[in-house]
């Protein structure tokens, strides 16, 4: 289920559909010789997340970028903005948009939009939390796999993300969001301790 995931550091991945089709999650400080984007989704505007300079290494002039309305000043090209709620269909790649927001710190606001991602690949589906908290929508979820962020202080700590993974129930889940801006590996073997679903915690690419 997770041989075609990658984890890039902090909150990025790719993923890799059996007909060659790569979908890039929250793309941020990558390294050089990428495979090229068919699709980029983007959480949410903040540099971590929404990095014009990383995208433009593994974007094509034909890639698709889908995030909310905030992204849509800060990058070029064929930018798809959504709502939570909004879903898309790019070749084989199904997306569904969904709420991402903390509930009671200020950096985060529901009022802003941010989104979380489930993408369907090859019978796969793929729930990226974007920078999220624990929140009532999770219960909703359905995913396979579940990326959680796990490095406090923005998003959720490791306690809080193996709630969240309680919620949603995914056959594996895949800490994320830390060891760069936030969080260190402690956090994602505190969660992989904590976490009722298995846990695997992804080599940095």
Known sequence: ???NLHWLGHAGFYVKSRKGTIVYFDPY?????LPKADVILVSHDHFDHCSAADIAKIAKPQTVIV???????????AVKTLAPGGKLVVGDIAVETVEAYNPGKPFHPKSSGNLGFIAAVDGVSFYHAGDTDVIPEMKRIKADVALLPVGGTYTMTAAEAAEAAAAIKPKVAVPMHYGSVAGSIEDAKEFQKLCKSEVRILKQE
């Open 1 to 3: 289920m997770l041989e």
């Open 67 to 77: 995030g909310p309305s905030s992204i849509a000043s800060k990058l070029t090209g």
């Open 29 to 33: 400080q990558v390294s050089n010789g």
